[in-house]
């Protein structure tokens, strides 16, 4: 199982960015997705997560309206449309997936992760 996420960078308050986590080595429409964070000398959080068939979503109250996950399931990718970035989303930002139809929400409900992109917003 390899999980690669791409996308992270620096940017200014108020701009955007695209995350995406190419996914192999297992049946990617199988897998539940999701999005999570951590910041320096914070616990990771979950941020965003979404179903194998992409029929349901989930986000944290703190990135509803701003963030979008999406997947494809014919290009074994996910994605994090991130918008109106403010400081507080600075982290790196971790790609994991989780087995079967029900999606989880906290860290040890996914069993495989990628290696994490940096995302810095400048205020």
């Known amino acids: 199982v390899l999980l690669v996420e791409s996308g992270g960078g620096l940017v200014q308050a108020g701009g955007s960015l695209r995350l995406s986590c190419a996914a192999s080595?297992?049946?990617?429409?199988?897998?539940?997705m999701a999005w999570f964070r951590q910041a320096p000398g914070k616990e990771r959080e979950s941020v965003a997560a979404?179903?194998?068939?992409?029929?349901?979503?989930y986000y944290a109250d703190s990135v509803k309206g701003r963030f979008t996950i999406s997947r494809d399931n014919a290009k074994n990718t996910v994605t994090l449309q991130m918008n109106s970035l403010k400081p507080e989303d600075t982290a790196v930002y971790y790609c994991?997936?989780?087995?079967?139809?029900?999606?989880?929400?906290?860290?040890?409900?996914?069993?495989?992760w990628g290696q994490g992109t940096q995302v810095t917003v400048s205020s």
């Open positions: 994991a997936a989780r087995p079967g139809r029900s999606v989880g929400w906290v860290n040890f409900d996914y069993n495989y």
């Open positions: 080595g297992f049946t990617f429409n199988g897998y539940s």
């Open positions: 979404i179903s194998w068939s992409a029929s349901s979503t």
